[in-house]
């Protein structure tokens, strides 16, 4: 069976998402683009600047948030990756002091993961510096412009709750 010719001016239009008219897509790559960069960028400063990674951090904040503790699940679904995971990264942050397991009170199958003080003080002082080093990602985007993706992406997050997506 010979092999399909396609036209130079074909090929280049499916490799290339800005050519022809691909809204949907071009909307999706520049969204995943902007998003990775981002989470790139805290990645490399959180790690150099306080030697944890940014899916501890992100636990952290997660349990930061609520006072009584979260379970393995409740983290697992709150950050949406798997239980799995979610055990390494609490395993990694009980021998660094910053959590703690505690038994389930009505579920003895279950723990609750609770900060510690030390955990509260340390994930206190790293997100300070997360905060400005977001701020300072985008301080060079105009307020409108700032408006404008929060209205935007304020939409799309509604739309794909709406539909399922």
């Known amino acids: 069976?010979?092999?399909?010719?396609?036209?130079?001016?074909?090929?280049?239009?499916?490799?290339?998402?800005?050519?022809?008219?691909?809204?949907?897509?071009?909307?999706?790559?520049?969204?995943?683009?902007?998003?990775?960069?981002?989470?790139?960028?805290?990645?490399?400063?959180?790690?150099?600047?306080?030697g944890i990674s940014l899916a501890r951090f992100d636990l952290l904040s997660q349990l930061e948030r609520v006072e009584d503790g979260l379970t393995m699940t409740e983290v697992s679904h709150r950050m949406m990756v798997s239980n799995g995971a979610i055990t390494s990264l609490v395993d990694r942050l009980v021998e660094d002091g910053f959590v703690r397991r505690e038994p389930h009170p009505r579920d003895r199958r279950t723990n609750i993961i609770r900060l510690t003080d030390?955990?509260?003080?340390?994930?206190?002082?790293?997100?300070?510096?997360?905060?400005?080093?977001v701020v300072?990602?985008?301080?060079?985007?105009?307020?409108?412009?700032?408006?404008?993706?929060?209205?935007?992406?304020?939409a799309l997050k509604q739309h794909l709750e709406k539909t399922g997506g």
């Open 118 to 133: 030390e955990g509260r003080a340390r994930f206190l002082a790293m997100a300070g510096e997360h905060e400005q080093w």
């Open 136 to 154: 300072g990602l985008l301080d060079g985007l105009d307020e409108p412009v700032k408006r404008g993706l929060l209205d935007g992406l304020g």
């Open 1 to 50: 069976m010979a092999a399909k010719v396609t036209s130079p001016r074909k090929r280049d239009q499916r490799m290339d998402p800005d050519a022809g008219n691909h809204a949907d897509i071009r909307l999706w790559l520049r969204l995943l683009f902007c998003a990775s960069r981002i989470e790139s960028v805290l990645q490399s400063r959180i790690t150099s600047d306080f």
